[in-house]
């Protein structure tokens, strides 16, 4: 188990430094596009109500972008790693009571992709990525409910799936059952996301008092790229986690037998 968890850190820093070095070289800049948004349509808001507020960062932009997000990706990439070979020793475990023989590597790429779309995906339908500018801070608190209700409901019923899947193999077959436990998975998935609330809440165009438009809204292009990108960002991540697990777990096992053979 310790080997296992160590792999599974190792992998988690080595996908959480591939992903801050994309999303500093591809995300970054929208977020400065969307700062700058957000900040010129403060100005119109201000100067059309007669308002002024000054507001002062705590930490320069810089240090925001570099520090802030690469420490938060490097952590996020840590637990995540962790909880990954915790899911992998036990799916692992139960495949083995199962007796399903299944390759270790096969078992970890197929665990990262089952992560993706169970961790990152699903609540992405319901709750899409957002870049600075969008959305009200009233609705703050609906919004991460909602999101966390989404990401707790995906992760069981993905679990639930791989428990359906593996009691149904021995009566129909590995295919079959897989097709038919992805099938209910991905209904239940879809009645979830029609049961939980949507936020709309992109800036529109802002008017004055004659309906003359003073600021346009927020621009739905640099909307769509941010929302691809954060996706990506999360892909890219699941991937590396899974693949540089499969080959440290490989790699170690191979270590172990060759020491063993002396």
């Known amino acids: ?73 490097v952590a996020y990439g840590l637990i995540v790693g962790a909880l990954f070979a915790v899911a992998f020793w036990m799916l692992t475990a139960f495949l083995a009571r199962r007796r399903i023989a299944a ?34 801070e009233d609705s703050a608190g609906a919004r991460t409910a909602g999101y966390l209700a989404a990401l707790v409901a995906s992760v069981l019923l993905a679990a639930v799936a791989t428990v359906v899947a593996a009691r149904l193999i021995p009566r129909i077959g590995r295919w079959s059952s897989v097709m038919l436990a992805g099938w209910g998975y991905v209904l239940a998935v879809c009645l979830l996301t029609a049961a939980l609330p949507r936020f709309d809440e992109v800036p529109t165009p802002l008017v004055d008092t004659a309906g003359a438009v003073v600021f346009p809204g927020f621009p739905a292009a640099l909307l769509a790229d941010f929302r691809a990108d954060s996706l990506i960002a999360a892909a890219l ?23 063993a053979d002396r």
Not at 237 to 259: E, I, N, P
């Open 1 to 73: 188990m310790n080997k296992i968890v160590g792999c599974g850190l190792a992998s988690g820093l080595i996908a959480g430094l591939v992903t801050f070095a994309y999303t500093r070289w591809q995300i970054a800049p929208l977020v400065e596009q969307a700062v700058g948004f957000e900040e010129a349509r403060s100005h119109a808001e201000q100067t059309l109500t007669g308002e002024h507020a000054h507001e002062h960062e705590v930490f320069t932009r810089v240090v925001q972008e570099n520090v802030g997000a690469g420490t938060g990706i």
């Open 103 to 136: 390759d270790p590597r096969w078992v970890s790429m197929t665990l990262a992709a089952a992560g993706f779309v169970a961790v990152t995906l699903v609540p992405f339908m319901v709750l899409p990525a957002n870049p600075p500018g969008v959305g009200h």
């Open 237 to 259: 991540m699941w991937a590396v986690l899974g693949t540089a697990f499969s080959m440290l777990l490989h790699r170690t096992s191979d270590r172990k037998v060759a020491y």
